[in-house]
């Protein structure tokens, strides 16, 4: 084949590609849906979508309670009643049309899809092997009906259900998880906050490189091709013993602004009798000490150091230099195993189960401190008094002034949730998100579509904050042998 044909078929590749995207889709739409994102409704575009009666007899089930699953349910209540107003039965029959939206860039865009509501009874036929007749099976008939109804148009059946999307596959039913929240196509392309320099870096940014110092801080002015892939905050690093470790303070075209790290594995460094013992816990301290940025972000397995490293700086913060009057420290409280159940006494009562990681960490920062037992239970007063446990339920409507706010597991939040907990920072606030977002436990909640990997995301270049992703675990050699053997 010649180039010229290549050229040919790639080009009719992509026509082909092109038209099959734009082909007009009906979207069958399963309760976990929306119960999940409210929105769904207006993300499909060009696209019709279907909404079955049974799909609306379970929103109306779910809508009481207080739980986030409740609060969804009934903000999609009130956006198709917003749709329904003033529509008569002939346009609610004929599809009723989707409002302008604006994207993630915040450009206006016009749905042309419609939203149709089951409004006849249409005959699905279930074959014989799909036995009971619960809501499940029901959709699932909905979406054969649909099919007959409509053989020249694409029928797929939406569900965060992976056991729905067996079943609709075995029947022949297309099927599809919902994609529309996901902040990133896969988990290993997430930011990472870290970027190692090749060998020749200097050879070819080092051409007309200024450097200059300013109260005890080194800066290098570069240029190169390089810095159009850098963020801000970024750190950059070469792998040799005495090779370059910065974080990226400024980029301005094909310049960039980096500042060489402060080295806390050095004992004289050290932060409440804690130092790094690798290259990315000294990268987080950066970041948890730098008092011009207000938001961090530290992912890692267990064992990496996220806790020990987060309170060691906060208490240095809080209780040395005063930056801020107290530590808050709150997480998800989602248990490993059964619910332990009812548990008596105050909010912070309440949450002491769920923070053993903070006493365990507090131990070993108490271990150093001199004054024998005496001495030690004096600090522990003192650090009691200094750090406060407080739930995520009860924090909407609240603002922190001056804390040191640390969210711990936070994989386990959405995107919505993640949203409302950072938005309750005030003045001179500083608030760590920690987490694994290997370890999720929070249903239909994946490693694409944490809370915690999209405020990674959306924040990553912004000047006030900064991420790390840790790797070594520097727990115990048991623990090490563990995570990579089990």
């Known amino acids: 084949m010649t180039k010229g044909d290549t050229s040919e078929a790639r080009r009719g590749r992509k026509t082909a590609r092109a038209s099959k995207s734009r082909e007009r889709r009906i979207f069958v739409l399963d309760t976990n849906v929306l119960m999940h994102d409210p929105t769904a409704i207006f ?6 979508i279907y909404i079955p009666m049974i ?5 109306d089930a779910g809508k009481k309670g207080l739980s986030e699953a409740a609060r969804n349910v009934r903000q999609v209540s009130r956006f198709l009643d917003e749709l329904m107003a003033n529509a008569t039965k002939a346009q609610i029959d004929n599809g009723l049309p989707l409002p302008t939206t604006s994207n993630a860039n915040g450009n206006k865009k016009r749905p042309t899809g419609r939203l149709f509501f089951q409004t006849k009874v249409l005959t699905g036929g279930l074959p014989a092997t799909l036995p009971g007749h619960g809501a499940d099976n029901a959709i699932l008939g909905q979406a054969l009906a649909l099919q007959r109804e409509h053989p020249q148009t694409r029928v797929t059946l ?25 902040t990133i196509e896969d988990a290993d392309l997430l930011y990472t906050g870290v970027l190692e320099l090749p060998a020749n870096f200097w050879d070819k940014h080092g051409k007309n490189m200024h450097s200059w110092q300013d109260h005890a801080h080194t800066f290098y002015r570069v240029q190169g091709p390089m810095v159009r892939d850098w963020h801000v905050n970024q750190f950059l690093y070469q792998r040799d013993s005495n090779g370059l470790e910065a974080i990226v303070r400024r980029i301005d075209g094909n310049g960039a602004v980096l500042e060489l790290v402060r080295d806390y594995r050095n004992e004289r460094h050290g932060i409440w009798g804690i130092t790094a013992r690798n290259r990315e816990q000294n990268f987080a301290l950066n970041l948890l000490l730098d008092p011009e940025i207000d938001f961090v972000t530290v992912l890692g397995p267990a064992g990496t150091g996220k806790t020990l490293l987060t309170l060691a700086a906060g208490l240095a913060q809080t209780l040395e230099s005063n930056r801020y009057s107290e530590i808050i420290m709150t997480r998800v409280t989602i248990p490993l195993g059964e619910d332990i159940g009812f548990l008596p006494g105050t909010e912070e009562e ?35 008094n200094r750090i406060k446990i407080r739930s995520l339920n009860f924090m909407r409507g609240r603002t922190f002034l001056n804390r040191f706010l640390i969210l711990d597991e936070a994989q386990n939040l959405t995107p919505k949730q993640m949203k409302a907990l950072v938005t309750r920072a005030g003045p001179g606030t500083k608030l760590v998100c920690l987490g694994n977002i290997a370890q999720i436990d929070t249903p239909y909640l994946t490693e694409t579509t944490s809370g915690l990997t999209y405020v990674v995301n959306r924040f990553s270049g912004w000047e006030h904050s900064g991420h790390v992703t840790l790797t070594r675990g520097e727990r115990s050699r048991l623990a090490d042998y563990a995570s990579e053997n089990l």
């Open 158 to 182: 939406v569900s965060k259900d992976i056991n729905l999307r067996i079943k609709a596959s075995i029947i022949g039913v297309q099927a599809e998880d919902y994609y529309s929240d996901k």
């Open 43 to 48: 993300r499909f575009e060009e696209h019709d």
């Open 350 to 384: 309440k949450m002491e189960p769920w923070m053993g990681a903070l006493m365990d960490n507090l131990e070993v920062l108490t271990q150093s401190q001199e004054g024998g037992n005496w001495g030690r239970a004096a600090t522990n007063d003192l650090l009691r």
């Open 55 to 59: 799909v609306l007899e379970e929103l």
